[in-house]
């Protein structure tokens, strides 16, 4: 996961990266428990914490 975010073009920090993978884990777990997609649950999770835990790497790239 650490490595496509890094390919999207964000900074990931791997103690971030395990706090965004817990999260989504737990909004799976919740939707199945109240009858709700998993998958939808997980990307609303993802769209709400990426920018926090893995911002966008405003470095320039090197040629």
């Known amino acids: 996961m ?3 975010i890094e390919r999207s073009g964000r900074s ?3 103690e971030l990266v ?3 993978i ?3 884990d737990g909004s799976v777990v919740s939707a199945l428990v109240e009858g709700r997609g998993p998958r939808a649950a997980a990307l609303a999770t993802v769209v709400d914490l990426i920018d926090v835990l ?3 790497d405003q470095r320039p ?3």
């Open 12 to 14: 990931a920090q791997i």
């Open 18 to 20: 395990c706090t965004l």
């Open 54 to 56: 893995a911002p966008v």
């Open 22 to 24: 817990c999260a989504v």
């Open 61 to 63: 790239v090197p040629f």
């Open 2 to 4: 650490a490595e496509a």
